[in-house]
């Protein structure tokens, strides 16, 4: 069975508490994973920079000063 976003967002967690920083989990975790579509992008929310990962399902995993989530 193929991840979902949901088990895509545990496994960057779960890295991060691993102590892995975010080139790392783009390299182990993201890059080529079938669900990311493209490379990530910064933006601003909120006066907040954050990186936004598109993926396939029209969700996104955002990476912010509070760690990931799914938007």
């Not at 976003?5 to 994973?33: I, N």
């Not at 990530?40 to 989530?69: A, C, H, K, V």
Request: with cysteine; net charge neutral.
């Amino acid at each position: 069975m193929a991840d979902t976003a949901s088990d895509l967002l545990r496994k960057c967690l779960a890295a991060r508490r691993a102590g892995d920083d975010f080139p790392t989990v783009w390299q182990t975790v993201l890059k080529g994973h079938p669900l990311v579509v493209g490379v990530p992008f910064q933006r601003i929310e909120n006066d907040q920079p954050l990186l936004e990962i598109r993926l396939i399902t029209g969700q996104r995993l955002i990476l912010d000063d509070t760690g990931y989530r799914i938007s």
